[in-house]
């Protein structure tokens, strides 16, 4: 089984590739993580369910715009309160 993580958050992608990286992490399929944030996010997953993947995990609008798009799974990773204000405090900083 290949499962496609598509995280619209740069960050998202480094820590999913440390996870990743773990050699206590046992799984018997591929995993990939790619960026893509929304419409971009959405090509993405169809270059990955082209080359075989067979779920894809993404958060937010950029999960919920997938599966609106593709026939195969898509797991949503929750988005957090937390999340909402960490990215407005952040607007408001820069």
């Not at 195969?72 to 820069?94: G, H, L, S, Y």
Request: proline share 4%; with cysteine.
């Amino acid at each position: 089984m290949k499962i496609t993580i598509i995280a619209p958050i740069k960050g998202i992608v480094h820590t999913a590739n440390e996870v990743l990286a773990k050699p206590e992490l046992s799984w018997p399929g591929k995993i990939e993580v790619v960026y893509g944030d929304l419409e971009f996010g959405l090509e993405q997953a169809y270059r990955a369910i082209e080359g075989g993947t067979d779920v894809i995990i993404s958060r937010g609008g950029t999960a919920a715009l997938i599966a609106r798009h593709v026939e195969i799974p898509v797991v949503e990773i929750a988005v957090t309160a937390f999340d909402v204000c960490e990215n407005d405090w952040k607007t408001f900083r820069t």
